[in-house]
């Protein structure tokens, strides 16, 4: 497999008007840069504009923190402070994992990431219960158990000590994988825009526990998971990902579940590497996934 060539990669949100694509264009032109991936999009209704763009490393004259730096006025031509980032395909993103009892999206991530197909240092798995720890050892990777009560100051706790363990990494990315339980709002809050969490439902259908007996009850020909960012609000945050599966009346909820974890893998992957590879960006509660 050929190592595909370095790249500084440039997302970028800021209220729409004429000449963003061309003042951005010659800004990396002017220096020589080699564009070999770009998105453009405008959302009418919020008159806001967002780009992504693939710069080759080599091309410029500088590194990736000379070209934060002049870019910040190219970024404050257009409002924009806070609404861009330039991150380095050369840097692999740090990752850490949540887990509960369901070991499907761990094993898949597990195998994808020991393959090579998901190009990521994770650095850690996190379980409220012990069971996972062994899959997640034999592939090399630290487990922590941190047991949760269901008195509220010893969860309290245990969430401070989540908190700790993930935060001593500075993660690009949080994964809930059916992690099951519900973050704190200052957590969501610390961890804005790098939690994610696969929600087994096509959101926001049959949101909160058992959404497959929800489904079943209701006798519905699709069911789907959801990959969205984590938010206070329980299971509403910006959507990245989703997917469908077909079933009919002769599936019970058990087939329902089985089919489910199968779209819940599927969701999950493609979401933690759109996020990993900055192809999304959020505005209010919507995103834009290039």
Not at 29 to 44: K, L, N
Not at 92 to 110: E, M, N, T
Not at 220 to 247: F, N, S, W
Request: hydrophobic residues 40%; aromatic residues 8%.
């Amino acid at each position: 497999m050929s190592t595909p060539e370095r790249r500084f990669v440039i997302s970028f949100g800021c209220p729409d008007r004429t000449g963003i694509v061309a003042r951005i264009s010659t800004f990396l032109a002017d220096f020589g840069g080699w564009i070999v991936e770009a998105g453009y999009h405008t959302d009418i209704e919020t008159g806001w504009f967002f780009t992504r763009q693939e710069v080759l490393a080599d091309s410029l004259p500088f590194g990736i923190d000379e070209l934060r730096q002049r870019f910040a006025a190219v970024a404050e031509e257009f409002g924009s402070r806070s609404n861009w980032r330039i991150s380095d395909t050369g840097e692999r993103r740090r990752v850490v994992i949540l887990v509960s009892k369901d070991g499907h999206c761990l094993h898949d991530l597990l195998g994808r990431i020991s393959s090579g197909e998901l190009d990521v240092d994770l650095r850690a798995v996190i379980g409220n219960h012990p069971h996972l720890g062994p899959i997640t050892e034999a592939h090399g990777v630290p487990f922590h158990h941190v047991p949760f009560a269901k008195d509220p100051a010893a969860k309290a706790e245990a969430f401070k000590q989540v908190q700790e363990l993930v935060d001593e990494h500075d993660p690009d990315a949080i994964v809930l994988a059916r992690f099951m339980q519900v973050l704190p709002p200052e957590l969501c809050e610390a961890w804005a825009g790098r939690a994610l969490n696969i929600h087994h439902s096509f959101l926001p259908s049959f949101a909160g526990a058992r959404p497959y007996h929800q489904a079943y009850d209701r006798g519905v020909k699709l069911i789907g998971a959801t990959c969205h960012y984590v938010t206070a609000e329980l299971d509403a945050g910006p959507i990245v990902e989703q997917d469908v599966i077909r079933v009919d009346h002769t599936d019970d909820v058990a087939d329902m579940v089985r089919k489910g974890r199968d779209i819940e893998k599927l969701v999950l992957a493609r979401g933690l590497r759109a996020h990993l590879e900055d192809r999304v960006l959020v505005h209010n509660r919507r995103t834009v996934v290039f």
